[in-house]
């Protein structure tokens, strides 16, 4: 759930917010309501929230400075800004900050809804693009080792074969310099018969090598042998 922190001066406009829309089916949640800046603030370093549904004027400091410092506290914070027609260059400023939703008082609920939708919908399409954008690292990542992996077992199998390392980085996706290299081999003091679950030794121990392999920054490919 989407956790959401209400704050306004006027304790009727607070409770008009919370009960204007059906925020559970939103995917959202109110947890916490403020009456000027300063609680705000208190409950957005307490709460950790995604959104806070805010007033452009309050006690304790006006709106833009509790978006600049909210915003300091929590980088990725969505805001709704809610204000009177007197108070719209407050909002304008606040439009150049990076506010995207500012609504006049009074508070009409279609609007609302509009808001906390465009609000909900850009949240899960940025969601399912960060998957995407992992999902494509990993496989990147496999398909490389996988490119590693065969040429170590190439390397193996023909350890008289003469090739460049230029050649060597184009064909298998390594990042080889004209250097020495070390090749080490372990091995597992058991049979796969004497092992109940040899596959899952091997993933733990290739695990362990390529951690302590990675915290000396050097470059790790390995291969199984049977």
């Not at 990076?98 to 609000?119: S, T």
């Not at 954008?133 to 398909?143: F, P, T, W």
């Not at 796969?192 to 733990?204: G, M």
Request: contains cysteine.
């Amino acid at each position: 759930m989407m956790r959401v922190i209400i704050a306004d001066d006027e304790e009727k406009v607070c409770l008009l917010l919370c009960s204007l829309v059906d925020w559970e089916s939103l995917g959202m949640v109110i947890v916490g309501i403020a009456h000027n800046g300063i609680e705000a603030l208190s409950l957005i370093k307490e709460k950790s929230p995604e959104l806070i549904v805010t007033d452009i004027r309050m006690p304790g400091g006006d709106g833009l400075k509790l978006i600049q410092e909210a915003k300091r506290i929590k980088e990725d914070l969505e805001i709704i800004i809610i204000s009177g027609y007197k108070y719209f260059e407050y909002a304008h400023k606040a439009l150049n900050m990076g506010v995207e939703h500012y609504l006049l008082k009074p508070i009409d609920q279609k609007e609302l809804e509009e808001a906390l939708q465009k609000i909900v919908t850009s949240k899960k399409e940025t969601e399912i693009k960060v998957l995407e954008e992992d999902q494509l690292r990993e496989e990147i990542y496999l398909n490389k080792m996988k490119m590693k992996k065969h040429f170590l077992t190439s390397i193996m199998a023909y350890p008289d074969t003469s090739i460049e390392y230029e050649e060597m980085n184009r064909e298998y996706q390594c990042e080889f310099n004209e250097n020495c290299f070390q090749a080490i081999f372990t091995k597992i003091d058991c049979s796969t018969e004497v092992c109940e679950d040899y596959n899952a030794l091997l993933t733990i121990m290739e695990s362990a090598i390529e951690k302590i392999f990675k915290e000396s920054s050097l470059v790790f490919i390995n291969t199984t042998m049977r």
